[in-house]
Structures are given as C-alpha cells and as structure tokens.
C-alpha cells in the first residue's frame, strides 16, 4: 500500500499461573495519506466494529466542506471540525464558530430538509439518510455552509439578547421559517435551494446582523401564527409543540400563503 510504513512486532505475556506464552501479532501502520488510512480503517472493519465517526471524517465530502469552511474570511469564518476535538490546540479560534458534525447535520436537516420537527424529537433518526438527502457527494457543499453559518448566526442572536430565549425551543423552526421566507422575498429558485446562486443569496443576508435580526424576528412571528391555527391540539410556546409535525407543516403552508 504506497504512502504508509509498516512494521510488526511480536508481543509476548506471560499466561497468568502458568509458564506458557502468548505471542500477539502486532502491525503498526503510519502515514499521513487520508486515502490510505480510510482504506485501512475499512479494511479493519471486516473483523473490527469501527466508530461510525471515523468513517464519517475520512469521507471525500467532509473534507470538501472542510476546505469550502475555511474559503470564508472575517466574520462569515467558520470551522468544520471533522474529527473530535480537531481545533483544540489551535489558538484564537471562538468556541462558537466551531461546527461539528452533529451541529451541521441538525441545521441542515432542518433548513434545508425542513424537518425541524424531527431534529427536535431524536435526530439519530436521520443518520440513515446519510449519502442520500444529507452528505450526499453529488451535493454542492455551499449549502451545508449556509445551513451552519445560519445556525451560527441564530444563535448570535440567542446569545446578544436580540431574540427572547423562550424561542430556543424553536430554533430549528426559525430556521427553517429564515430559509423559506429568504427564497419567497428574494425569488430565489425553489428546485435550485443547494446551488451556489441560491446559498450566497442567503449567506449575504445573514452576513448583515441587522437584515438577519429582522428575518429571524419574522419567522418567530409565523410560529407564533402557526400555534394559533393548532390550538384543538393543545399547541403552546413548548417544547412539545417544537416537536410537532403538524406545527412543521402549518408553518409552511402561513409561509407559502402569505403576501
């Protein structure tokens, strides 16, 4: 296998209470070659269980979402952390830009797949859609960057007090509702929402505090619409009602029916 050194070693132990040893084959491989190491992590896994993570940071479509991360600059600069705990050592980096996998797959499934409701329930439950409707590599990676800098931004807002935090609950509604109502005011094409066209609309929005604080501001007020209309269910400002589908799709439908 080109790119890596290997080398083995015989291990022996003493069996316990009794004279007899054990020897332990041992191959130790080193190299810095991703493609390599994917294939031995594979490889491993025909006798081994191997973390699901790992073969999640080793994909070709991680590392291309990676690379479009660190493409931004100033205040739109986020980092993918494919691997756990990736920036750690890395200085001067704000916890807060920090995206792992978890993060972007719950924006994503919400934002773009619109099923916020499911997020908020047991999002585990989308990880089978994995190299389908999320991480997919036929995907342009420019819209996982719009779904994690939205993310970013909500929770800036969260953060500076600019929305009430009793809408916590909802952020994956809102940013849904953000997505939705971005596509209908700016016109952007509906069967085009992962190009590059559609995302660097949205991402100039959010780029403005200010525009992206009105945007999140008004899709609290179609929630709070949406509730309305669910009232026979018992629907509140709870995170009950966060997670139901109904509220998901009467969100919608106020969008898509207003003016």
Known sequence: MNGCQTSHVIAAANTIGTNASIMLPIKIIATEDEDVTRQVIIASNQQNRVDEESFWALDPLQKAIEIYFESKSGDERLYYER???????????????IVTKDGLLKNYASIF???????????????????????????????????????????????????????????????????????KALKLEK??????????????????????????????????????????????QDRRTAKMRDLRDALRTRIESSA
């Open 83 to 97: 691997r756990p705990g990736q920036f750690n050592t890395t200085a001067g980096i704000e916890k807060v830009r």
């Open 113 to 183: 797949l619109e099923q916020p409701n499911q997020v908020g329930r047991y999002y585990k439950d989308l990880i089978p859609n994995i190299g389908k409707d999320i991480f997919n590599p036929d995907h342009e990676v420019n819209s996982y960057y719009t779904a994690a800098y939205m993310g970013y931004r909500l929770e800036f807002m969260f953060r500076t007090k600019r929305i009430e935090p009793e809408w916590k609950p909802f952020r994956f509604q809102i940013g849904m509702a953000a997505r939705l109502l971005l596509e």
């Open 191 to 236: 069967n085009k929402k992962r190009s590059q066209a559609y995302c660097a609309a949205i991402d100039a929005v959010m780029a403005d505090a200010d525009a992206a604080q009105k945007v999140f501001a008004s899709s609290c007020d179609f929630i709070k619409r949406a509730i309305g209309t669910l009232g026979a269910q018992g629907a509140a």
